[in-house]
């Protein structure tokens, strides 16, 4: 009821002073009180009368769902939140965990969010997203992937991580398995675990490049499998799946009718030839199975403006429309124009896209050479995204003066944060204990200052062995 207060405890046995007025004793339950008794109500002073009056305290249940409780929090971000820590008390940290471009947003992008705003388009749009936005999307699927899709088979979200768990939530019931290959990206067992299905995470080796075999694939698959995620270019490994084991993939999953795929293509720009992208959708008889998300946060270093979509069968898209308008309905109308200005940068992103590319293979090489030069580490050479993985787990089972043993890729990055002031992400958060996660998203400066902490770090670990 309107100005009602309701109580936590289980009854009042004596009557509240409110100002000059008197509220008589309640019954046990809900209390409430007639807006005349709330003016200049003062809740701090009726919590002390009713302290002084024995008032029965109610314990709050402060439990949280069984869905909540199963979800793991995420490692990247923890990391990340703890070296800015230590950066804002001012230690000298060079973050590499996180996954954002260093490059600010090109102008004509940025400047047509401005202009957003300066012409007052700053209210709610469709929920679905602007049909000049989805409409700049189909034409981009169309000359770019060799998809065709209409606007009402669009739906723009707020960040491509939002399209994913919306899919995710859309087609799987609960007992549904979500078949995943490892090393994946962090968020995507957890998503599976909030739409209460079972991930089932799928190993791969750094000698095939961590890209799934197909026959690992189909030994794994039940009537109860209903997703298969794949992201290609990767993260954290950085592999793309070329075309011919994408053919292998989709023969596999055209024998299984309730099997969907999900193809996370945020990084497909960021690709180093000769390795190209192919879209899984574009596979023959994959169209239809197939969910396709992508965004703007990647390649035109975009990851403020929140802004992903979804492109698949309209049946799913309408779907994941459905839960959004009950969500978070639409994406900010401002990110919406920018997003068109981005898709009208020309085929791939034309001139501002091949630059940011560039810069990112110069400093992978620089990684590659520089880690490929210390003694038992392994490392698969990233073809595309902005990572490299790692393997590290020669140096476990180190004892490091002052901080105790490396057992593990959590405890090594403990170990290089407090020592050498740089923050990497474990491998286990990826499915993949052996390796750690370096994002070569910072200036190539930047990187050269990290490799020289990081030799240091791990020269202490191992002395005498070459570095």
């Known amino acids: 009821m309107a100005n009602s207060l309701h109580s936590s405890t289980s009854f009042i046995s004596n009557p509240v002073n409110f100002g000059h007025s008197k509220i008589p004793a309640q019954i046990p339950g809900s209390v409430s009180f007639p807006s005349r008794y709330l003016h200049n109500f003062n809740l701090n002073k009726v919590l002390r009368v009713m302290a002084c009056s024995g008032v029965e305290e109610v314990q709050v249940d402060v439990s949280l769902s069984p869905r909540v409780n199963a979800v793991k929090p995420s490692k990247t971000v923890a990391i990340t939140d703890q070296a800015t820590a ?30 957003a705003i300066r ?18 999307i189909c034409h981009k699927l169309k000359e770019e992937n060799g998809l065709s899709y209409t606007p009402d088979q669009i739906l723009v979200s707020n960040g491509a991580k939002q399209s994913i768990l919306q899919a995710v939530l859309a087609v799987c019931s609960p007992g549904d398995e979500v078949i995943i ?28 490049n961590f890209l799934l075999d197909p026959k690992v694939l189909e030994s794994k698959l039940t009537e109860k499998s209903r997703l298969l995620i794949l992201c290609s270019p990767s993260n954290p490994t950085g592999s793309v799946y070329p075309k011919n084991l994408l053919d292998e993939i989709a023969r596999i999953v055209a024998k299984h009718p309730r099997l969907l795929v999900l193809s996370d293509e ?28 992508n965004g703007f946060s990647k390649a035109f270093a975009m990851t403020g403006w929140r802004l992903g979509y979804i492109a698949g069968p309209k049946h799913f898209v309408a779907a994941c429309n459905k839960i959004q308008s009950q969500f978070t309905s639409g994406a900010s109308s401002i990110s919406q124009k920018a997003g068109v200005a981005a898709l009208g940068l020309g085929y791939a992103g034309g001139e501002v896209v091949s630059k940011m590319v560039k810069a990112f293979r110069e400093r992978r090489d620089f990684l590659v050479k520089s880690f490929g030069e210390l003694e038992g580490v392994k490392m698969s050479e990233p073809q595309g995204a ?29 170990y290089l944060l407090d020592k050498a002031q740089v923050a990497l992400v474990p491998g286990d958060a990826f499915g993949d204990d052996t390796c750690i996660r370096i994002s070569y998203a910072a200036s190539l400066t930047t990187l050269q200052a990290a490799v020289e902490r990081i030799k240091k770090g791990l020269l202490t670990l191992r002395p005498g062995v070459p570095v």
């Open 86 to 115: 230590l950066a804002q008390a001012g230690v000298s940290v060079i973050r590499l965990a996180a996954g954002e471009p260093d490059f600010d947003t090109p102008v004509l992008i940025a400047e047509a969010g401005i202009n």
């Open 386 to 414: 902005f990572y490299l993985f790692i393997d590290f787990s020669t140096y476990y089972g180190s004892e490091a003066e002052g901080f105790g043993k490396i057992e593990n890729s959590e405890s090594l990055c403990r």
């Open 266 to 293: 945020i990084y497909e720009h960021i690709i180093y030839a000769p390795a190209t992208h192919t879209s899984f959708a574009s596979l023959p008889g994959m169209w239809e199975r197939t969910l396709t998300v």
């Open 181 to 208: 290959p490892a090393p994946f990206w962090v968020s995507y067992p957890e998503m599976a675990r909030i739409a209460d299905a079972t991930p089932v995470i799928l190993p791969t080796r750094i000698s095939e």
């Open 119 to 136: 012409e007052g388009f700053t209210r709610y749009t469709p929920n679905a997203g602007t049909l000049e936005l989805r409409s700049a």
